[in-house]
């Protein structure tokens, strides 16, 4: 099986290497059609002989790329992220959603809330995530009661800071920890540290220690973050609905929700959720995942 990946870079090459490495047997190669000029020539050169183009993003404006998709009737699977469904929606509504692209292919999503908005423009999405995570040790008991986040440093607002300071404001005894962003732009509490950008290994390590996680953002796919963050046994609190979340559809929903949080890590004495660490780390482990992914798309390129 020959597969082209192509869109968002992030989640694209990370794709493309683990299944490489899964299934050797099958070729995948990401190409970067959004910034690369030269992915783009090597992109209509290696599409005749794809099986399938696997697109990271749900496309609903115009493609050159995709454009040859449909000249040369290749299978074509989009991957929605989250952003993406905001724009079908909205061009939806506007009337100026590109259809024949996705009326073409085949839809992945990896939440219950992303199903639900793509239905809302005609489409029939299967459940299916790509996003899988290594085994993360837990520690046994944390040392004190504290809470991290991602903000993006120029998204502030979207990743949920006005959430943060809330927060933090209403909890002035607890510790608040911010990766990605480097400072505020203006006064906030002094109970929130900015690491700005880390590695990956001070993230994780970051993410032990800390017994809970906000993901409070204005819209989302399922964050790998916060898969991760369910793996070490954190209490999560997000903006979107999840069994295993405290659901913040305001900023008073988020401080009783992170009262909630409070209250159950003292009532386990300061030990993580190992039930749902262990659920999280069989559901979403590479084999699991890519198994999983592999069959369904080989099912596509064989219909």
């Not at 908005?117 to 290594?134: D, H």
């Not at 962003?181 to 540290?193: D, F, G, H, L, S």
């Not at 916060?226 to 405290?246: F, K, Q, R, W, Y």
Request: aromatic residues 12%.
């Amino acid at each position: 099986m020959r597969v082209i990946i192509s869109g968002l870079p992030f989640f694209g090459k990370d794709l493309s290497q683990k299944l490489s490495t899964a299934y050797p047997e099958s070729s995948f190669v990401f190409l970067n059609t959004y910034y690369s000029k030269w992915d783009q020539l090597r992109f209509l050169l290696f599409v005749p002989f794809a099986d399938l183009v696997i697109s990271m993003n749900g496309v609903t404006d115009k493609s050159g790329s995709l454009n040859w998709v449909l000249f040369w009737k290749k299978k074509l699977l989009m991957q929605w992220q989250g952003t993406d469904a905001l724009l079908a929606m909205d061009r939806f509504k506007n009337g100026t959603l590109e259809k024949k692209y996705i009326d073409y292919a085949t839809h992945f999503a990896d939440s219950d809330w992303l199903e639900d908005e793509l239905k809302s423009v005609g489409l029939s999405p299967v459940r299916q995530t790509f996003k899988c995570i290594e085994s993360i040790d837990r520690i046994e008991q944390y040392q004190q009661i504290k809470a991290m986040t991602y903000i993006a440093e120029n998204r502030q607002d979207f990743y949920g800071f006005t959430y943060l300071v809330h927060l933090a404001q209403h909890f002035p005894n607890i510790a608040f920890t911010v990766c990605g962003m480097e400072k505020p732009e203006q006064a906030v509490p002094e109970n929130i540290r900015f690491l700005g950008w880390v590695n990956r290994s001070i993230f994780i390590q970051e993410l032990r220690e800390h017994p809970i996680f906000l993901r409070l953002t204005a819209h989302d796919g399922y964050p790998v973050s916060v898969i991760e963050a369910m793996s070490t046994g954190a209490e999560i609190l997000m903006t979107l609905p999840d069994e295993h979340v405290l659901l913040c559809k305001t900023k008073d929903d988020a401080v009783r929700q992170f009262q909630i949080a409070i209250q159950r890590i003292e009532d386990r004495n300061l030990a993580p959720r190992h039930e749902i660490a262990e659920k999280t780390n069989e559901i979403y482990s590479s084999e699991n995942i890519l198994t999983s992914y592999y069959n369904k798309i080989k099912n596509l390129v064989q219909s």
